[in-house]
């Protein structure tokens, strides 16, 4: 099935303890589409850049099969500009620099031949944009997934409210989790936060996992212990990616597919932040993504018969 | 097999968010016997106490099949008393008073009946003490497995490293893995320390679950997502008693065996922060034990066919 995917597609530059990039591509729809890529069989952009995004990186995106009929480009705008520096655990950032540019007013238009998409993700956008895809959508897709942040909680709480409630999953991490509950137990978090819309709710845990919950269900998905984080920038829009691609490529919704569906995310979220940006996010094949969900389940799973 | 077990039987006074006790039963061996006797057909405790341990309390051991021959009664001392005040995260703790009282010079004695135990698991104590305790053991046990923590990386470090190399498995927390081994990432302080002895490697990370490292394999084994963590005191002693119990029950010591004990120690160490102290321990039985393993199997696995 074909999924769409909104989102930014930008430049960032990025600083960690191993070193530091000029501009980079970047942006969470540059990283889902390019994590759902290798599922799901169509997978439709709708983005807007600058005339300053490099034509290059926009034909890597269609290498990698990712339609850019939607992704509008003003040429006489700049891109969406992020700029961090990672703290030495690698668990927090500082934002040096955000330059809105292109996003400011970003209209979200989505190709006729978009509209049959029957999977949709949701990237870290203003909620009003989020919210503006789906009334554009002419039937309603099979599934609506949602990332989010803290800043919108901040600044933008009942456009986001009305949002939340309009998605099938809401995928956070943990702060974020915490945040918008106001719960400090991520279980009291995840029956709150599913109150107000949504029937599944993924929690991010970074190096320490992802949760994933439905009605009385829970289910963890470990992350890959690694020798060295190298940058984890654009690791949870990966997840978000290899999970909603996953779906979109097995159409399988029940929650026995989605917990496939979260090691999948966990998988291409741990070859994300072996290097910096997308590199080694664009040079994958089955093979080794493959083998690297081994590696999952050689972790997490036992066998057991409870006597 | 029989399971001998060392460490602290002591009085602990503990503030939690949820409220604050008197002088309760506590101490690491007390954790590590109640959790284990749940599993292992015969466990021995070898231990000391003063004059003030109430005799009831030595008998509710005995009820759970705890061996007490080995526990000391010094009746002109007092026992081991630790006094300590979680922050309201629940992750990090204030030591208000420690009193080392009888432990400050305690001589491990261990009677001719304990000399079969083929498992022994020496609870956190000075690594002299621990030391002693494997030097006077006839025959090398056929497992030994042990528990220390910063204190002892920061005062008798090359005592510490002597009974490291000692042993077969190291249980420590992610911080005490860190300190031990100078690296941050889990997965290097994993080799460094299975360098200096142990073959094997728990690291438990708290909330965030456990993992078990051996040669070039490694599990994962989540934590239970709880509503509420009522007091933390001797979840880790309990989680290393539910694996040696398990491990001593089954008699197996294979990796995929040491697997399912890091479940029964994690199912144990989920109940022990329901309640304060020892409250929730003392009062399980087999069918409630087996429904929380389930519960960590539902939690944890999948059905994935890599095709």
Known sequence: MSL???GSVAFDAIETPFGKTDKIIGGAATYITLSSSYFAKQVNLVAVVGGDFPKNDIALLNEHGIDT?????????KSF?????YHNDMNSRDTLVTELNVLG?????IPASYQSSEYV???NLSPQVQKTVIERMEKRPKLIAMDTMNFWMDIAKDELDETIKMVDVLIINDEEARQLSGEYSLVKASKKIREMGPKYLIIKKGEHGALLFNQDRVYFCPALPLEE?????GAGDTFAGGFIGYLAATDDISFDNMKRAVIYGSAMASFCV???GTERLIALDKKTIESRVQAFIDLSQVELQIT
Do not use: C, R, Y
């Open 4 to 6: 769409l995917v909104i």
């Open 81 to 85: 500009f992020w700029s961090g520096k």
């Open 121 to 123: 993700m949701l990237g």
């Open 105 to 109: 007013d970003f209209d979200p238009i």
């Open 229 to 233: 984080v190298f940058d984890p920038t």
């Open 69 to 77: 009929e939607g992704l509008q480009i003003k040429e006489d705008q």
């Open 274 to 276: 072996e290097k910096f």
